[in-house]
Structure formats: structure tokens, C-alpha cells
């Protein structure tokens, strides 16, 4: 005869599972992970590029991290993983213990023997000497005005009353423990999980590369407008309609279908007159539902959103919605700048074609963005500083984001426009220029800023700006910088102009030109490399121990053939010339020396030409939420839920008296023997004890 254990194992394994799902140790394991992952995501910003990451942890810790999804730690499947457990083992332990707890408030408990009162230490046992009839009607009394439900049971011994109050006190651990189901739930209906399991299920694919309109999208990336949960933005330039919202989710984009059309009529943004920065923005909208056809005029801004059909459209953000903007050119190589016009729109591409060296090479213009005000921080320097602030410093006070600084000038610079270049081999810097001229140092200067890639940020060419306001004389000292003959004529006027006869004028005539033509091709380094040999054949480099005096004369020789050949530019353009020692010399210093600077980092600049913001009309763009929360009744009733449960188990304090009375051996004395006990024996319940004591001996201290 043989038996079989495949059944008492598995029951054996199924309950040991129910008791480990069931037990308080697992769900508190399930709260601490869902804390400490809770922590993590509200100190590190969520939903951030990939480049905020590393920058702050750097690819090694940013790699390891991404593993376990902290950039969208709510909706990675492992913490959505823990929610669900925690669901399932609180509703296990709701489901065991809940109807204990239900009939345990039902119940009197009048059951219990005369012996077992002897065992509280809350106890009395007294002869009354009143009749039993009195004693229990003096008993009823009492605990009726204190608020007590009683059952009575009598038998040949005597009578027993069993009260009690505060059993809803119960229904506080009940209702806390139901609340982390209620609000569990509803927070995996509203997070990505209904979303993500339609991916994980295989039938939606991310929208492909490929498609460039919305018709372009197959139906697999796309979400039905009757979708259970969903979270996306929807982007609607002035004038245009959207039907359609995008949603983020796996590292990919996907299409959430709306059931009704949204037309932007008007963007409204209004701006804080003491800092420019934006105090209010709304969305004027016409929504026509598709389902009815009912058209309704509504504008939509922070905290005022509109719901149609579950949805819910909140006022997010705005951008720029395809700005048509005209930029004007200016070359950088050659002894060219004759500037020209390139008209396009946000978001567009447009081509320029340029001869360089005799070669000519092609250019695609993205037009990246616009934005008509920026506000920036333009504090000068602190007099009293024993250390000057650094090109670098002084530009990224100009270049930051003005908010949340506190104590700072802040000031609106004007309009600015971002755009990448690429050339012929696909190689793309991204650029960002200032309309205006912006003050720095006591000088107006015109901001032309680059981000080749593998650079975190922008750096900044200052270009300064002329008497006009304009940038005409700067580009016209360039020109004469590439000009040959221009700078042979200002070396020369250099050469006759100098009054130590002990060096012949054609010497100086060639230094001075050998100074403008290296520092108009390599800036102020291509000075000491030139003089240090660097690309000089070695019959021609300077000897070693002239080198640190040689570099001193071609200085001093670029720094006054360079004035000679500003005249000279200036003549051209039909100008006065300089005279340094009169008035306005300070300002014109300034400006000679800013433009040496300018001449010598764009040596280094990254595109032969570079744009500058003309005109311009300015197109926005709202971003508005779409958002389907179905969970959100469920977290609200179980917010209700648990705050009913806190209050029945901080604030309902459980009761229960049992009496007993049995008639004496004459029939006018009786014994009464009572027992009070609580789950929390606390200052309130001993106080209450001493009532009842008082009550029916006299003596509170009996």
C-alpha cells in the first residue's frame, strides 16, 4: 500500500505562502523598499535628460544606476512589482483577520465564568448591600449614561451584564489596512502599468523614426481614445487643431488618440514687470467633441483645467510653436563682409552655400528656437573682490537661468535665436546669439555663442558693439585683419610713424605685417606658437634665447598696427579716424581692446559665418496635459479611508465591563463582583475605573 504526499505538500506550501503573504514581517519589508525607493524619487528630479544624469553622477555611476530605472523610479517594473505584493498581502491579511475583528466587535463575550474576573487586575468585588434587583437596575443606569451597549444573562447563579464601547475602535485597523489596498490600487490604474502591459503583451510598438506626421504612425503605436490610463502632452501651435497627445513610456514615444479636437486660438503669457519673468500663461481653446459635435470656448491655465469624457487637460507648459524669423549673415573667412539675409521658421531647415579657399561648400540651417525675452543675471563684479571674475564666469552670469537667484540684477536682454549648423559631412555645431547688445563691464557687447559637441554648455564670443549699436565697424576690422594689402598699408603707416631710428622701417614694416597676418589667422596664441616655432620650418624659427623678447615686440607691433589698421577701415567706411588722448578715449580703448579679443576667439569659431537675429514674428506654442486617472477616486476614498481609521485607533478607545450579581442570604443585600478591561490601558481608562469604582462603593481608593 503506498500513499501519496504530492497533496499535503502542496497545501503545506500554499499555506506557508498564505502566512508569508499574511504576515505584518513582509509587509513592512514591502513599505521600507517602497519608502526608500519613494525617497530616491522625490530628491533626484524625475523624467530628466540623460545628459542632467551624468553630469551629476558621470557615466560609471549614471550606467549603474539606469539599471534600476531611477529616472522614472514610479514606473519601473520592479517598483511596481513591490506595489503590487504590498496589494496582495494586505488584502490577505485584511481578508484573515477582518472577520475575526468583526465578530470580535459583535460579541459580548458573556460567556465568561465568575472565576475568571478574579484574574483582572482592573476589579471589584463587594457586597452592595441593596437588593439584586436594585443593583442591577443601578448597574443598567450607570452604564447606559456612560455610553455602554449591554447584553444580559441570568441563570441560577446570578445575572451577568456584559458591556462595551469603543468597538469601532476595530474598524480603525480595518479601515488603515483596506486605505493601502484602496490607494495601492488606484495608484497602478493611474501609473504606466495598464499602458505598459499592452507593450509587454506585444501589441504596441514606439512610433518608428521613419514617420514624420501623424498619418505616418501605425495603428500599433497608437492608444485608443477609450485607453483606461494615460499621461501625455499635447503640443498645439497658434491656430493649428490636435486630436493627439504623446506618451513616453519604455524609452519610447507612442500616439494617445483623444476622443474630441483642440484648436489654440490665442496663447496668452503675461510677465512680472520688475524681472521679465513669465507670471501667467493660458491656453485659449475651442474643444469640439467628436462624438456629439458640441464645441465648447475655454481657457485653460494653472489650476483651472477642463474634463471632457474622464480627460483632463491642464495647462503644462509652453514653447515655441515655428517662429518666422530673418537672419542676417555675416562672413567670417577672407576679407569679405558683405552680410546677406536667411529667412526661415522654427523648426525648418534651410541651405547655404559659401566659397572658402576657392572651395565651395554647402551648409543645412536647423532653426532650433526663439525666444523673444530672456532674463538674466548681470550683476557686475564685486568692487572690493581681490580676484576679478573670469571670461568664463562673467559669461555664464549672462547665460544662466535667472530663477530662484536671490539678491541678483536681473534684466531682460532681448530677443535670441538657436540654430545648428551642419556642414557636408554631417558635422553639426549648435549656436545661440543675442539680437541686442548686452552691457558688460560698462560695454555693449553682442553675445555669439557656440556648444561643439562633447561641450555640457554655450561659450560665448564677445563682439563689441559701435557708436550705432551695430556690429558694422567690428566686421569691417575683420575684413581688414584678412586683408593683405590692408594690412601691409597699416604696417606701414605703423613703420612711419615710429621713432626709434636705431631699427630700419622695413624691418618694422615686416614684423608689424608678419604680427597682423599670424594674429588675423590664429589669434593671440598663434603669436606665441609662431614665435615658439610651432609650424615655422627650423631654419626659420626664432633662436631660443629671443624668443620671450620677440614675443614682446610683435605684441607691441600687433597692438599699434592693429590702431593703424582700424583707421584705415574706418576711412573706408567713410569715418573719422581715432585720435587717443582726446574725449571719448576711454570708451574707444575699451572697445579697440574688446574687439583684439573678439578677432582672436573667432579664430578658433567653429562655422565660417555666423547669424544674427533681424526680424522677427513670433509664433507660440502650448503644451497642454492629457490625463486619464481613473485611480483617482480610489486614492481619494482611501485617503478618506485612512483618516477614518487613524481617528478610530488613535481617538475610540475600546471598553468592556462584565457584572456580576448574585442575590445575598437575605434577600435585602446582594454581591456584585465587575471587571473592566481595554486593549490600551491608559491614564483615560484608570481615570474611568476610578469612576466606576466611586459609583457604586463610595470610596475611589477601596
Known amino acids: 500500500?503506498?500513499?501519496?504526499?504530492?497533496?499535503?505538500?502542496?497545501?503545506?506550501?500554499?499555506?506557508?505562502?498564505?502566512?508569508?503573504?499574511?504576515?505584518?514581517?513582509?509587509?513592512?519589508?514591502?513599505?521600507?523598499?517602497?519608502?526608500?525607493?519613494?525617497?530616491?524619487?522625490?530628491?533626484?528630479?524625475?523624467?530628466?535628460?540623460?545628459?542632467?544624469?551624468?553630469?551629476?553622477?558621470?557615466?560609471?555611476?549614471?550606467?549603474?544606476?539606469?539599471?534600476?530605472?531611477?529616472?522614472?523610479?514610479?514606473?519601473?517594473?520592479?517598483?511596481?512589482?513591490?506595489?503590487?505584493?504590498?496589494?496582495?498581502?494586505?488584502?490577505?491579511?485584511?481578508?484573515?483577520?477582518?472577520?475575526?475583528?468583526?465578530?470580535?466587535?459583535?460579541?459580548?463575550?458573556?460567556?465568561?465564568?465568575?472565576?475568571?474576573?478574579?484574574?483582572?487586575?482592573?476589579?471589584?468585588?463587594?457586597?452592595?448591600?441593596?437588593?439584586?434587583?436594585?443593583?442591577?437596575?443601578?448597574?443598567?443606569?450607570?452604564?447606559?449614561?456612560?455610553?455602554?451597549?449591554?447584553?444580559?444573562?441570568?441563570?441560577?447563579?446570578?445575572?451577568?451584564l456584559a458591556a462595551k464601547k469603543g468597538s469601532a475602535n476595530r474598524l480603525g485597523y480595518i479601515f488603515a489596512h483596506v486605505s493601502i489596498v484602496i490607494v495601492c490600487i488606484g495608484g497602478l490604474l493611474d501609473s504606466e502599468l495598464p499602458n505598459r502591459l499592452q507593450i509587454w503583451l506585444g501589441s504596441k510598438q514606439p512610433i518608428p523614426e521613419s514617420a514624420r506626421y501623424v498619418s505616418d504612425v501605425p495603428s500599433s503605436a497608437r492608444f485608443s481614445p477609450g485607453n483606461p490610463s494615460f499621461r501625455g502632452?499635447?503640443?498645439?501651435?497658434?491656430?493649428?487643431?490636435?486630436?493627439?497627445?504623446?506618451?513616453?513610456?519604455?524609452?519610447?514615444?507612442?500616439?494617445?488618440?483623444?476622443?474630441?479636437?483642440?484648436?489654440?486660438?490665442?496663447?496668452?503669457?503675461?510677465?512680472?514687470?520688475?524681472?521679465?519673468?513669465?507670471?501667467?500663461?493660458?491656453?485659449?481653446?475651442?474643444?469640439?467633441?467628436?462624438?456629439?459635435?458640441?464645441?465648447?470656448?475655454?481657457?485653460?491655465?494653472?489650476?483651472?483645467?477642463?474634463?471632457?469624457?474622464?480627460?483632463?487637460?491642464?495647462?503644462?507648459?509652453?514653447?515655441?510653436?515655428?517662429?518666422?524669423?530673418?537672419?542676417?549673415?555675416?562672413?567670417?573667412?577672407?576679407?569679405?563682409?558683405?552680410?546677406?539675409e536667411l529667412a526661415g521658421a522654427v523648426g525648418e531647415q534651410a541651405r547655404v552655400t559659401t566659397t572658402l579657399a576657392g572651395q565651395t561648400k554647402h551648409y543645412t540651417v536647423t532653426f532650433d528656437d526663439f525666444k523673444p525675452i530672456n532674463v538674466e543675471d548681470l550683476s557686475a563684479p564685486n568692487p572690493g573682490a581681490a580676484k576679478p571674475k573670469t571670461f568664463q564666469e562673467d559669461i555664464l552670469a549672462v547665460t544662466g537661468s535667472a530663477a530662484g537667484k536671490n539678491d541678483k540684477k536681473l534684466h531682460n536682454i532681448g530677443p535670441s535665436v538657436s540654430y545648428t549648423l551642419t556642414d557636408d559631412r554631417n558635422q553639426s555645431v549648435k549656436f545661440n546669439n543675442y539680437m541686442l547688445p548686452v552691457m558688460l563691464e560698462n560695454a555693449p557687447v553682442f553675445l555669439i555663442g557656440m556648444q561643439v559637441p562633447g561641450d555640457t554648455m554655450f561659450r560665448y564670443v564677445r563682439i563689441p558693439a559701435d557708436d550705432k549699436s551695430s556690429i558694422n565697424e567690428f566686421l569691417s576690422l575683420r575684413a581688414a585683419f584678412n586683408d593683405k594689402a590692408m594690412r601691409l598699408k597699416a604696417a606701414t603707416a605703423y613703420a612711419e610713424k615710429n621713432q626709434d631710428g636705431r631699427i630700419d622701417k622695413a624691418v618694422i614694416v615686416q614684423l608689424a605685417e608678419r604680427a597682423l597676418s599670424v594674429f588675423a589667422a590664429d589669434g593671440f596664441a598663434g603669436i606665441d606658437n609662431y614665435v615658439d616655432g610651432q609650424g615655422v620650418p627650423e631654419k626659420d624659427r626664432v633662436p631660443a634665447d629671443l624668443r620671450e623678447p620677440m614675443k614682446k615686440i610683435l605684441r607691441e607691433y600687433l597692438l599699434f598696427s592693429a590702431i593703424e589698421l582700424r583707421n584705415l577701415s574706418r576711412e573706408q567706411a567713410g569715418l573719422a579716424p581715432i585720435v587717443f588722448g582726446g574725449p571719448g578715449s576711454e570708451a574707444q580703448a575699451r572697445w579697440f581692446d574688446q574687439a583684439l579679443r573678439a578677432v582672436s576667439d573667432l579664430a578658433n569659431y567653429p562655422a565660417p559665418m555666423f547669424f544674427q537675429l533681424k526680424t522677427f514674428q513670433h509664433i507660440q506654442a502650448s503644451v497642454l496635459q492629457a490625463t486619464r486617472s481613473p485611480g483617482k477616486l480610489l486614492v481619494y476614498g482611501g485617503s478618506v479611508l485612512l483618516i477614518l481609521g487613524v481617528f478610530s485607533m488613535f481617538y475610540i478607545r475600546d471598553r468592556r465591563i462584565w457584572i456580576w450579581v448574585k442575590p445575598g442570604q437575605d434577600d435585602q443585600d446582594s454581591r456584585m463582583m465587575a471587571a473592566m478591561t481595554s486593549q490600551k490601558r491608559t491614564l483615560d481608562f484608570n481615570r474611568e475605573f476610578e469612576r466606576f469604582r466611586h459609583h457604586f462603593t463610595g470610596n475611589p481608593k477601596a
Open 233 to 340: 502632452n499635447v503640443s498645439i501651435a497658434e491656430g493649428n487643431t490636435s486630436n493627439t497627445g504623446i506618451l513616453q513610456l519604455s524609452a519610447g514615444q507612442y500616439l494617445q488618440m483623444l476622443p474630441f479636437d483642440i484648436k489654440l486660438n490665442k496663447f496668452i503669457i503675461e510677465y512680472y514687470e520688475t524681472n521679465g519673468m513669465p507670471k501667467r500663461f493660458a491656453s485659449e481653446v475651442t474643444i469640439t467633441d467628436k462624438e456629439t459635435g458640441q464645441v465648447t470656448d475655454k481657457t485653460i491655465e494653472v489650476n483651472h483645467p477642463f474634463e471632457m469624457h474622464g480627460i483632463t487637460l491642464y495647462q503644462s507648459s509652453f514653447h515655441d510653436g515655428g517662429s518666422k524669423v530673418t537672419l542676417t549673415g555675416y562672413p567670417l573667412a577672407g576679407s569679405d563682409s558683405t552680410p546677406f
Open 1 to 160: 500500500m503506498t500513499t501519496s504526499v504530492s497533496r499535503p505538500t502542496h497545501r503545506v506550501w500554499g499555506a506557508q505562502l498564505i502566512d508569508l503573504l499574511g504576515s505584518m514581517r513582509f509587509a513592512v519589508s514591502l513599505l521600507s523598499f517602497i519608502c526608500v525607493a519613494s525617497i530616491i524619487g522625490t530628491v533626484l528630479q524625475q523624467n530628466q535628460p540623460e545628459l542632467t544624469y551624468t553630469d551629476q553622477f558621470g557615466m560609471y555611476w549614471y550606467a549603474v544606476f539606469s539599471k534600476f530605472g531611477v529616472a522614472q523610479i514610479y514606473n519601473t517594473w520592479w517598483f511596481l512589482l513591490i506595489m503590487t505584493f504590498l496589494v496582495v498581502s494586505t488584502s490577505v491579511c485584511v481578508l484573515r483577520n477582518a472577520p475575526k475583528m468583526i465578530k470580535d466587535m459583535r460579541s459580548f463575550r458573556e460567556y465568561i465564568r465568575e472565576g475568571s474576573l478574579r484574574a483582572f487586575p482592573h476589579r471589584l468585588d463587594f457586597q452592595t448591600g441593596h437588593t439584586a434587583a436594585a443593583t442591577l437596575a443601578r448597574a443598567k443606569a450607570w452604564l447606559k449614561k456612560e455610553g455602554y451597549a449591554v447584553k444580559e444573562k441570568t441563570d441560577d447563579s446570578g445575572t451577568l
